[in-house]
Structures are given as structure tokens and as C-alpha cells.
């Protein structure tokens, strides 16, 4: 069973998916999952109403495991429960990447692919590698000279939203970071990037010509933010 804290929430709300962990081997998880923890599922707590689910990592070794589940709702003044099970060593994967992220993500990079069902992931380039270690799951290494990942068919519209965890080797030195940019249909430029700002590091993003400034103080080398 896994539990919601009605601390962490502001209002009763529809929500996507949420990330949760299970700490390794706890209760033994290494030897009751299948070697994928393809036997994994979630419900609500009814114990019934099966939640979609990615599984997001799962390092059989350890029997650490991490899940996105799409969660309908969650309560302001109670417990929030969904329920897991396991230990079935004879059933079919029951994950369902593709139905956990609804139409609302155009793209959900999950270290060199796409997990909607859009399949607007369009490979790695310059040598950029999926390194399967990352701040929640997998991640990509990339040199910050020619590697990058391409995601095709979708366009950005004036109201959108970009979420990522990125841990810079170095920051400032003289040197913008870029880590995002799209030509949107009507080719405005859409980007994002750490810039060096004299040494002072600050996230900028650009859209259509008007370019905001974001304090970075929490940008730092070799550290996730």
C-alpha cells in the first residue's frame, strides 16, 4: 500500500501521474518481482480499480524499483491510498506506459524515448548515450558540444509547459548551455538554456523574440536540479 499525505497537497484536484520509489530490497522486493517487475500493479484502494503504470526503473540486484502511476485524484483532508501488488511470477507485464500519460504531455523523454503514445521520440545524436542512471530514472549523458536528442512532429503553442532535471558538469566559464530549443510552425524560436551572465549563472528562456531571466542559484556542478 502506498499513501498520499494530504500535507502535501493544497486542494482536491485531478491529477497525472506520480512518481514513487521502493527503497531497496525492502521486504524483500529482489526475490518477489520478476526479473522486469513486469508482475507489478497498482490499484485504488478499493483494491480493484487498476491504475495505469510505466515503470519507470528497476534494478533487480538491489530490488529497487521506481513507478509513475496515474493517480485520478487526490484528497486536501484525508489519506490518499493506492495499493500494490506483486509475487506473481506467471502473469503478463502489467504495465501500460503509453495509457499513464494522458493526451495533455506531448512528450515524455524518458532517457531516449517517448513514453506517450505519440512515438515522437526521433533518436540520439553526436554520440549522446542513455546512461540509465538519472535523478528519477534514466537520464542522458550528453557533451554539451554536439549531442542532443531530437523529438519530432508536434508543435509548441503559446501556453505550454517544460519540465526537466539536468545536472551541468560546469557551469559559467564564459559559456551558454543550451537545454531545449524548438523551431514552433510558424518558425519562432523556442529555447531554454543556462547562461553564464558573467559568471552569475541564470536560466533565460526565449519565445518569440521576448527573452526572460531566471535566477540559477541552485544550478551547480555535478549536482541535480
Known amino acids: 500500500m502506498n499513501q498520499v499525505n494530504p500535507a502535501a497537497r493544497a486542494s482536491v484536484h485531478s491529477v497525472g501521474p506520480l512518481e514513487g520509489a521502493v527503497s531497496p530490497n525492502k521486504n524483500g522486493l529482489r526475490d518477489l518481482l520478476q526479473a522486469d517487475a513486469g508482475d507489478v500493479l497498482f490499484t485504488l484502494d478499493n483494491g480493484t480499480t487498476k491504475l495505469n503504470h510505466e515503470i519507470a526503473h528497476y534494478d533487480s540486484d538491489r530490488g529497487h524499483l521506481q513507478a509513475w502511476v496515474q493517480v ?10 493506492i495499493w500494490m501488488y ?8 502489467q504495465g501500460n506506459t503509453n495509457a499513464t500519460w494522458s493526451a495533455d504531455f506531448g ?24 546512461t540509465g542512471v538519472g535523478r ?4 542522458l549523458s550528453l557533451d554539451g558540444v554536439n549531442d542532443y536528442a531530437s523529438f519530432t ?50 536560466y533565460r528562456v526565449t519565445f518569440r523574440g521576448v527573452t ?7 544550478v551547480v556542478p555535478e549536482g541535480w536540479t
Open 72 to 81: 485520478p485524484k487526490v484528497y486536501k483532508d484525508d489519506n490518499t491510498l
Open 86 to 93: 506483486l509475487n506473481n511470477a506467471g502473469v503478463a507485464n
Open 107 to 130: 512528450v515524455v523523454n524518458h532517457a531516449g524515448s517517448d513514453s506517450t503514445a505519440n512515438a515522437r521520440f526521433a533518436g540520439l545524436f553526436g554520440g549522446a548515450l542513455a
Open 136 to 139: 528519477l530514472d534514466n537520464s
Open 153 to 202: 512532429g508536434y508543435d509548441v503553442a503559446d501556453s505550454y509547459t517544460f519540465m526537466m532535471w539536468i545536472n551541468p558538469t560546469s557551469v559559467g566559464g564564459g559559456v551558454d548551455r543550451a537545454i531545449f530549443s524548438k523551431k514552433t510552425a510558424d518558425n519562432a524560436i523556442v529555447s531554454a538554456l543556462i547562461a553564464d551572465n558573467a559568471d552569475n549563472p541564470e
Open 212 to 218: 526572460k531571466s531566471f535566477g540559477a542559484e541552485g
